[in-house]
């Protein structure tokens, strides 16, 4: 923690040696209440920011999550003849742009609150970070899910397009794909380490899972 201006100024009138100068002032509790108070604001504010984060952890991780199972479960429909193909495409379609935009916002998340999540953890996020824009998430979310039109080809957004961005994202098999992003129970996938960095934020800073859900 950085003290204040005031601070600094008071400290800085002993001599170079270390010994107190002749005019310091004797040390009282009053001297250091300022001091005391800024520490507790600094660390309530953290804490503040660490209930921000831990809540848009688990609101992604559920996204994801979320968006894996619901294509699961309409795949399992579609091989046993209950979806067709149209539907089966329409739900690929709906989950993952779920799934893209929710880890297009880790991305946010870091520049927003990587410094306040256990130094641990960090290293994980960032790779995370640099996968995702190593497959092209971002793109994807500018060019196929935010607008019909592409502005640097001047025409609408083909279906072409958005098959070879996608294979890009995906880089094999759908079903490696999505045991990378969750599978039920492991912690090795991103919604394992969503879940993990999020469980260290609120034993870090003493979070219970009430101050989310009441929020």
Request: net charge neutral; glycine share 6%; charged share 25%.
């Amino acid at each position: 923690m950085i003290p204040n201006q005031n601070w600094w100024r008071r400290t800085s009138r002993a001599g170079k040696s270390g010994q107190k100068s002749e005019n310091a002032l004797p040390a009282s509790p009053l001297t250091s209440q300022p001091l005391a108070e800024n520490t507790m604001i600094k660390k309530q504010e953290l804490r503040d920011r660490a209930v921000d984060a831990i809540d848009i952890l688990n609101d992604l991780m559920n996204e994801i999550m979320t968006g894996v199972e619901v294509y699961n479960h309409y795949l399992v429909k579609h091989k046993a003849g209950i979806i067709s193909f149209d539907g089966m495409a329409s739900a690929q379609r709906l989950c993952f742009t779920s799934i893209f935009l929710a880890l297009n916002k880790i991305r946010e998340f870091n520049r927003r609150y990587l410094r306040i999540v256990p130094e641990y953890y960090r290293v994980s996020l960032k790779e995370l970070q640099d996968i995702i824009v190593e497959r092209g998430i971002p793109d994807y979310r500018d060019h196929c899910i935010g607008h019909i039109w592409d502005s640097s080809a001047n025409q609408p957004v083909k279906h072409s397009e958005v098959n070879r961005r996608l294979s890009v994202i995906i880089g094999g098999k759908t079903v490696d794909f999505l045991n990378w992003l969750h599978i039920t129970g492991k912690t090795e996938t991103v919604a394992g380490i969503l879940e993990a960095v999020r469980d260290a934020l609120m034993t870090e800073y003493s979070v219970g899972h009430d101050e989310i859900i009441d929020r």
